[in-house]
């Protein structure tokens, strides 16, 4: 579970309902056209930017932001080096069958026990990273859309409540009212971009930065192991790509 | 038919007019003034942005965003395994004539059966994956430009009518009405860069990405073919650049 | 004569004047001194972002964008293909005198006739390419600065209406036509920017991005003529930068 | 101590502090509810977009910047010639022990003394600041998240008390305080992105372009000495990178 | 003297102060506590991204750029020229001590003399041209940093104004003035941003661009003379690098 989105989340929108509840109830920001228009109407502009299949696909993506990731670089790199030692003791051969910590590692150790050369595991190494990357800014393309469609919404909304108000301001006691409602596809609008999708697209970037450095690491490593480089070499270069402090644990456990 | 950029419009559309209806029906909401100066004003702007027949050419552009594509990534990689295959066992002849999904894989193809070698091939293809790229940008500016340009002409609109109400405020009565169609111009502004063009551009931007991707794996068969690779390693190569679960998919069926 | 540039700025400018004459005339929409605060001051601030022959010079070069470009990409081609056939039966001597549609390629064919070899004949060339880049964005530079300016200074004209109008405020008739004086800064700051200079700049933009893609193709055939290649390979690679209908029209005509 | 962030801080907000009681005391402008919505708020947005380890490492990075950088150009180069000379006259052995000014220096010293070569040096140490500057733009990335999201909770609270303010004007002189107090927020948003974080942000992103430009000095004065180029060489290259002034010091140092 | 700069500077400044004269007087628009906050203010949070000396030192690279800039391309081209005729007649000896137009130029030409190849050559300048764009993109992002301030100091001095108004509501006659004064900031801010330091800005990056494009040119020059090239070829080689019309008029000059 990540700690951190569901804290983050429920903290913010904690503090946006509290201060509405503080100030005198839920019950004046709750508008059910409103949401209509701005959470409906978001979802429909959004949708008209992609196709249907990649628009179901990106809440997939975003649910996937609230699990924690398992790449931790530090154990990939200790694999990493153990692997090379069986590499180099034992062959290529004896890579078969051993337990790594995620999918593109375990695809790559494979071609090099199918024979593949430094080349070959490169390239394809490489295309399957490209894809990723593409992969992962579609659904990013798919959260910026409520990003910036949002807010528009929500001015949409709010021009609609005072279209109608100007034109009908012979009871003035009504004014007050129907502008606080104009307002409030305004303040979803916000929310929206800012609370709700903003940080799940933050979140999105920085874990396929995350995700990008971490395969550049396996794909380093196998590189490494399919030009026989003796284990000690691959760990000076793996361990550079960690935190200092990481670097003397690992260099200590070695 | 575009199923997702048809809902999403006409949904989005909807979602608008309906919180109108709701608030008290359109009538309020149409100044055949307003719309001229906002969708002409508009339309003016972004012809004096570029020429008549890119600007009529733009429109043509647009229009096809709501066809559905024909760039199926899984079909061409199923397309250019066969054909490896046929070109390895019966020479490049025998490429001739055989039915490809696109206009840029034929022509690549017809390239081979006309004894082009790799580089010849690559540059060629290369400057017509340039040039397509090319178009698109051109088009993409100049739906750009009404994104661009119909927020503002809707605050010169809303400017006007403000101008005019402030000038003329003897009958307090009036100024309610003529503000709220003062404020007519933006909402219209606001909606033809984020409902009507806004997601048009976007689909536009992710197409020619789509397309590029799905031309850089032609590139890169027809490449394969041209050095005379192995089908497998050309499958290899392809499918990496596809999901995972279609390369499963599709590795299951060879 | 470029029909675009002019009916679009005289249709946007003639749909702003129409809804003003619609609304009630002229006369409250032109007030002398915020013309000249919005003109002068943007036309004060700009010059100061660069040099009394810049300045002067970037009118002359938005003056050019509402003459018709001489760029014609398919007589280009016909005309190197042509060429490229002289060159190979009668040597470079025979390209001396060979009328040209413009002076980029009849300066890379002079070079030839003088005998340069591909790579002086490419360096020299990129030179004047990036040269010619350099002068058009100094020029785009200044245009860019009346668009960034012109709506600041609008937006100073209007705080110094509203403080003089909130300053004295005894006389509640005049505070209507005070504010109404007030806003002109800002709707002339939002034409100068979105109707006067913005589609200029994009214009300009694109104009420079078709002179760099009309040069690549006259590098690309002179280079050709300097390897001595074959008409028929030059045809070939020159085509592939053109849309596919005048593609397939001049290689009928060939 | 870092003088000018102090200095400029404390300076900031007691510019802002002196003006709100110049204007009549600090009093009108706390508000508990509305602190929390915005620095609580955007706190626990910011959260979300990353992880609860990297959220407090951000505070320690930002401390940090309140710290004077070590990092002295001119000392460097200085150190690093004297040291081309003792690896010159001695040998790698030689730079065993020796003090540098920094921990990277350290590092590539103490791999120069172990025997690496100069592609190996390279290789590492660029490894190395790239993770640097990987870790660095994490720490800014979060920064910039309270940049982007304060003033949005600004906004957003803003709207909050706008609203409960329009649906209850029953008494017209509570009026004028409730949007004061609705207008405090947007004032917090505006302090959190421009007074508190914004300078930060800057600085870090300045601090880390100066580290960028310190460690390409030192490897290129570590990469001269693994190749055994002469004192004389290594500082004339290394010279270059320091401002004029700076250079002539040096050299009639030296 | 940069005319340009001047006549720009103080004919916007006159615009500005000449629309305030005319409405009635500047006393209403000068507020002391209003000038501190903008400016004091915006100068503490500049002062808190940077360091005291860097601080310091930008404000005379802003000074600078109201003196004209002593570089002239067709003159260092000219130039250029017959010392390339002195290099290959005599000798690299006889460059020792010829007079040239700037210091970067000298230090080049000392080096040749210094018996310096290509390769050394070009290494070092193009590491004196990279500190040189580092130093002046320093002094740019302090510009910067005033632009980005200022404003939301004006919007946080705006605020803090309205919210003492509309806490202070009894005397209805104050609102008004009270709230002219609110507004100052707003447009000292605006003011600072786009009349004082935008242009400012501009320039500076103008000026750098510029004097990258010369040092490129002395770059390419001495690159030349380092290689024996003849006169005749450096000189078709430079004047590539001006406008057309001035390579004219040294074409015929030689």
């Known amino acids: 579970m990540d700690l951190a989105g569901l804290i ?14 503080y100030g005198g109830g839920l019950a004046p920001f709750v508008d059910i056209p409103s949401v209509l228009i701005v959470f ?13 299949p990649a628009f179901t696909g990106s809440f997939k993506a975003m649910a996937r932001m609230f699990k924690p990731t398992n790449l931790r670089t530090d154990d990939l790199v200790k694999r990493m080096i153990e692997l090379s030692g069986v590499a180099r003791k034992d062959g290529m051969m ?8 995620d999918k593109f590692f375990e695809k790559g150790l494979q071609m090099l026990v199918d024979g593949a050369d ?4 490169t390239r394809q190494l490489k295309q399957e990273i490209k894809a990723m990357k593409s992969r992962h800014e579609g659904h990013q393309g798919i959260v ?17 409540g005072l279209v109608l ?3 009908n301001m012979s009871d003035v006691k009504a004014i007050g009212p129907a502008m606080a ?45 399919a030009r026989g480089e003796s284990p000690r070499l691959i760990e000076d270069q793996l361990l550079a790509a ?13």
Chains 1, 2, 3, 4, 5 share one sequence.
């Open 8 to 21: 983050g989340l429920i903290g913010a929108i904690g503090m946006i309902i509290g201060a509405m509840i």
């Open 242 to 254: 960690l935190e200092p402090p990481v670097q003397e644990k690992l260099r200590a456990a070695a």
């Open 144 to 160: 910026k859309a409520w990003i910036d469609i949002g807010p528009a919404m929500g001015m949409i909304g709010t021009l609609i």
């Open 165 to 167: 108000m100007l034109g």
């Open 40 to 52: 409906g109407g978001t979802a429909f502009a959004v949708l008209a930017t992609t196709s249907i």
């Open 94 to 101: 004896a890579l078969e069958g051993q337990s790594v910590p």
């Open 118 to 121: 430094e080349a070959k595991l």
């Open 181 to 225: 409602v104009a307002l409030l596809t305004t303040m979803y609008g916000a929310i929206v971009a800012n609370v709700l999708f903003g940080p799940i697209y933050t979140k999105m970037q920085s874990r396929t930065t995350e995700e990008l450095e971490y395969r550049a690491i396996v794909l380093e490593g196998l590189r490494g192991i």
